[in-house]
């Protein structure tokens, strides 16, 4: 396996990869499809998203926009891309490492499920390898990978809202802290749709605390498999967010008083203009 990353099959059948350094998995051990599906794809809502857009005669071929940091394997956008049916997904993806995503492109793909989803974003994957920083085809829709510094790269984008879900998958706090820390999150905020629905994997407090100080309403995200319970996202109720499974009361209380000790949620970015495709362009 390319630059040392070491293959590793989770529990339903599907392949993730340890990495090199510290040896964290891409995924969860009991099942790296499950959790794209259920950490990401289905807690953000796509396939209902997807419905309504296919639904909605004025809106036909409106897309489904996503941002989707850590692009790793490509298992939470083949997740994604099963979950939009025939309504064009547009993504833009971070990554710092493109070693991790040669590295995924090798991988057995299953369950039997996944494959085909699998086999369409590592088309895609492989060809954006070829052009990052471009729009490449993914199927009906497109994906942009950008490669680096997801604050720098994420930076560059039009503030204006245009996401409709996040998925925020790098690898954890303790690994590095640049992608949980309000300034990137706050950069995540200022670029989601009023409806919008951010996911994580982690319960971290300190992450809740950034999530919150970065403008967002935080609640509690679904278990998986073994896992506990991931982090859910958006914008507060009065600015069109919607209404997330509460945490524990004592959580609760918890995240308030950091979050008071620390001090107001700052604004989001300033607008850096640009058209809403222009994520995409």
Known sequence: MGAGFEPVLTEDGSWTLAHPEHGEACH??????EEALLRYARP??????????????????APVRLLDVGTGLGLNLAAALAECGDVPLEVVTLESDPRVVRAGLELPCGPADAAPFQLACRESLAAALDAPGRAVPL??????????????TLAELPARPQFDAVFLDPFSPARGRGL??????????????????????????????????????????PRVGTKGSGTLASLPRGSGGEALPALDPRTQRRLDARVARSGPAGPKAPPLGGEMDGAFA
């Open 180 to 221: 949980w820390e309000r300034e990137f999150l706050s950069l995540v905020a200022a670029r989601m749709q009023p409806a919008a629905l951010l996911s994580t994997y982690t319960s971290s407090l300190t992450v809740r605390v950034e999530l919150a100080r970065a403008g967002l309403a935080v609640g509690r995200g």
């Open 28 to 33: 969860s051990l009991h099942g790296a499809w």
């Open 139 to 152: 199927g009906a829709g497109r994906v942009r990978l950008l490669l680096g510094d997801g604050c720098a």
């Open 44 to 61: 953000c809502r796509l396939a209902e998203l997807a419905a309504s857009r296919r639904e909605a005669r004025a809106s036909s071929g």
